[in-house]
């Protein structure tokens, strides 16, 4: 029995699961994503790697190249064709720079903002090259112009380490730093060609290379502090070996001696010493980019195994907890479907059938025992409603039966009564008949008459107790009696009989067995006609054999009722209501009711032309005799 209204229980349990659930299911999804991100991430290193810092790299390397011969071309060292072969290598290293830059997807807004800071210093690189070759082309000038392209360089390298890992983190900056400590000693190598091409350091050489002696050295320290033993083997060697020291002796006389009073006779090894640190730092720099590059992936695959375990322990654990819900779900909604089915049964049908029962027997009702109801439940609280709605049939039940037995204790006592009554009412009337008969005396007689009139009546309501006691009546006939003689002793029970006109009916007879409730039912309904119309109007009674029956109309001149209130008395007249009480002016009601269902005769009410009500009584043809009536 689906839900008459409101939304079903199913449906709410379903929302109250959903929220739990999907937090569940965010909370899982949230830290898979925040975790995943960071493996990712690992990994999109390599793109960057591959499309923007080994390309960039080389970038750094030819343009370093390309501004130490820049440098000596302007010192005099003329070697023209290695400058212009120099720039066509930087030429295709930014070529294919540029073209690996714009594959690369998904670049964050600060890798985006230093690529364009990065481009817009490379359209200074052709004027720094006519600088080389003009006419007042400055040494210090060109320097400064391919630092600053390279200095972007660098600062695009920062924005690309993207490792979630802080250890890892660390390493990458510490190699990021070593390289931009590297691009430093590259331009100290070309303050030196300018130094002993002069042969003397000026006061603008001096600051020049005093500051890239103390970034360099600002910059070693701070990335081998950072490496790890491993990464930084190779440079802590490089510290400790003589190419180091001397190199240092280098910056010692560029800064002191060699601005005060010339260069000393050491520099012409001057050039040599940087050169050897140089090849030492390259190699040293290749093996901590190669080896901090070896570490990105494993820690990449040991961040998604970790990923793939904890989120598919978390994926099993959303899962069943979704199962286990659902299921859940099932089990109680089914449970409380069948509730709901015992339940119905139990009001529709066994309390129901038990009402009736008790309603249409005659004999006093006995105990009743009616089976509990059983519901294969697991839940205590279902079991309890379970266990309530035993208590609560058993209580109804209890109480049907008592309310029946109160009932056929009423009806007992009206039929006592109305036996009684019509007992001494039938030897009234034997007594008026032989007092008519003796008496001569017409006003005497008259009397008579009228109180033998108003017993009839009298034995009518009487009769109408025993009827509504589900008892027949005691008087009857044995042989078929003739319509009109039936419609006549119905008219003569009602008071204002003289107010009937009675049209002429056919010839035709009624069974003996109906004839005592059909002349009380025909009573019934002329005496409503009576009651319920003006005194002076008359009411007309038609009588009209049918195809399947006779139909007898009684129509009256009233005031009349509305529809709805014809539909509702047609309603009680076919559904023979249980008597109620409560009711008792609808007295005739229940009565004509109750007589024609014991006899299968149709009674309806209509609304009548004249104003009033019209009764219509259509008599089944099992009830007609099967000797016509004699006519006159």
């Not at 409101?6 to 929220?19: D, Q, S, T």
């Not at 023209?80 to 997807?105: C, I, N, P, V, Y």
């Not at 219509?616 to 009536?629: F, M």
Request: glycine letters at 6%; charged letters at 25%.
């Amino acid at each position: 029995m689906p839900p008459k209204r409101g939304r079903p229980i199913a449906l709410k349990l379903l929302v109250l699961l959903f929220v739990p659930l999907m937090s569940l299911v965010g909370l899982w999804a949230f830290a898979a994503g925040l975790t995943g991100g960071d493996g990712l991430r690992l990994l999109e290193t390599n793109s960057l790697v591959r499309n923007l810092a080994t390309p960039s790299e080389e970038v750094v390397v030819q343009m370093q190249n390309e501004r130490l011969l820049a440098v000596r071309y302007l010192t005099g060292d003329r070697l023209s064709g290695q400058t212009a072969k120099q720039r066509g290598l930087t030429d295709q290293a930014l070529q294919r720079f540029r073209r690996l830059a714009a594959e690369q997807e998904d670049l964050s807004p600060e890798m985006e903002a230093q690529l364009r800071a990065l481009y817009t210093s490379l359209e200074q690189l052709p004027d720094i090259r006519k600088s080389v070759t003009g006419p007042n082309g400055r040494p210090l000038d060109v320097i400064a112009g391919y630092s600053r392209i390279l200095d972007n360089v660098f600062r695009m390298h920062d924005a690309m380490i993207l490792v979630p890992d802080m250890s890892l983190y660390a390493q990458a900056d510490a190699v990021n730093t070593l390289g931009e400590a590297k691009e430093v000693i590259s331009r100290q190598r070309a303050m030196i060609v300018v130094a002993l091409d002069a042969g003397r350091v000026g006061r603008q050489e001096r600051e020049a290379f005093v500051g890239m002696v103390a970034t360099r050295r600002l910059l070693f320290t701070q990335a081998l502090a950072e490496l790890d033993p491993v990464l930084g083997s190779s440079y802590h060697d490089l510290v400790r070996a003589p190419v180091y020291r001397e190199f240092l002796e280098l910056e010692e006389l560029m800064r002191g001696q060699a601005s005060a009073n010339g260069l000393p006779a050491a520099a012409a090894t001057w050039k040599n010493d940087g050169s050897a640190l140089w090849d030492a730092v390259e190699r040293s720099q290749r093996q901590a980019v190669t080896g901090f590059v070896s570490r990105v992936d494993p820690a990449a695959d040991a961040v998604l195994t970790k990923i793939g375990i904890a989120g598919g322990v978390g994926l099993v654990a959303v899962l069943a907890s979704i199962g286990l819900s659902l299921r859940f779900r099932r089990r109680l909604v089914r449970e409380l479907a069948s509730l709901r089915a015992a339940a119905a049964e139990l009001a529709d049908v066994r309390l129901a059938g038990l009402v009736e029962r008790l309603r249409t027997t005659a004999h006093p009702p006995e105990t009743v025992q009616v089976e509990p109801l059983v519901v294969n439940a697991e839940t205590a609280e279902v079991r309890d409603i379970v266990q309530a709605f035993n208590s609560v049939q058993t209580t109804a039940v209890q109480a049907a039966v008592d309310q029946a037995r109160l009932r056929h204790g009423v009806s007992q006592v009206f039929v006592n009564l109305a036996r009684r009554n019509q007992s001494l009412l039938h030897r009234q009337l034997l007594q008026l008949d032989g007092m008519e008969r003796k008496s001569e005396n017409p006003e005497e007689l008259e009397d008579l008459f009228k109180l033998d009139h108003l017993t009839t009546r009298m034995r009518r309501h009487a009769e109408s107790l025993i009827i509504l006691s589900d008892q027949a009546p005691g008087r009857g006939w044995r042989n078929p009696v003739p319509i009109l003689d039936v419609v006549r002793a119905a008219v003569a029970e009602v008071e204002e009989y003289p107010r009937v006109e009675i049209f002429q009916p056919p010839a035709v007879t009624l069974v003996g067995a109906a004839v005592t409730d059909v002349v009380h039912l025909v009573a019934e309904l002329v005496e409503n006609a009576t009651l319920f119309s003006p005194p002076q109007t008359r009411v007309d009674v038609r009588t009209t054999l049918t195809p399947h029956g006779l139909s007898i109309e009684i129509e009256d001149r009233g005031l009349g009722l509305s529809r709805t209130e014809v539909d509702e008395l047609n309603a009680r007249l076919q559904d023979t209501p249980e008597f109620d009480l409560a009711k008792s002016d609808r007295l005739g009601l229940f009565v004509v009711a109750r007589l024609a269902a014991r006899h299968g005769i149709r009674v309806r009410l209509g609304l009548s032309p004249y104003g009033g009500l019209t009764a219509l009584v259509a008599l089944p043809e099992r009830l007609l005799g099967e000797q016509p009536a004699p006519v006159g």
